[in-house]
Nanobody, 124 residues
Framework: QVQLIESGGGLVQAGGSLRLSCAAS????????MGWFRQALGKEREFVAT????????AYADSVKGRFTISRDNAKSTMFLQMNSLKPEDTAVYYC?????????????????WGQGTQVTVSS
């Protein structure tokens, strides 16, 4: 399994921006589709965005579409989540995940590798 480490979380005011990073170890990153998920306090973990192995195909949750952008740099084994126009309801722990297939997936059960998460807090 690939090892994943998230960074870039923090406290931001509503309307602000943050950029999350997910650094992967090993040579399997470029062979893996990736995803971002989040879990708010007292709620279930939910899908945010996913990207294919090549980076060509992406998908987003309706709640973040048009505000968040997922991308990846296979040469640096790193995935990103640019978050703009943040809202208080975006407050959550954000997790990156990897699946050993080329196509992206919105289903968290299809991701065997997970990072530890990074906290994002949006104040109103």
């Amino acid at each position: 399994q690939v090892q994943l480490i998230e960074s870039g979380g923090g406290l931001v005011q509503a309307g602000g921006s943050l950029r999350l990073s997910c650094a992967a170890s090993g040579r399997t990153f470029s062979n893996s589709a990736m995803g971002w998920f989040r879990q708010a306090l007292g709620k279930e973990r939910e899908f945010v965005a996913t990207i294919s192995r090549s980076g060509i195909n992406t998908a987003y949750a309706d709640s973040v579409k048009g505000r968040f952008t997922i991308s990846r740099d296979n040469a640096k084994s790193t995935m990103f989540l640019q978050m703009n126009s943040l809202k208080p309801e975006d407050t959550a722990v954000y997790y990156c995940a990897a699946r050993p297939f080329s196509l992206p997936s919105v289903d968290m059960r299809e991701y065997p590798s997970w990072g530890q998460g990074t906290q994002v807090t949006v104040s109103s």
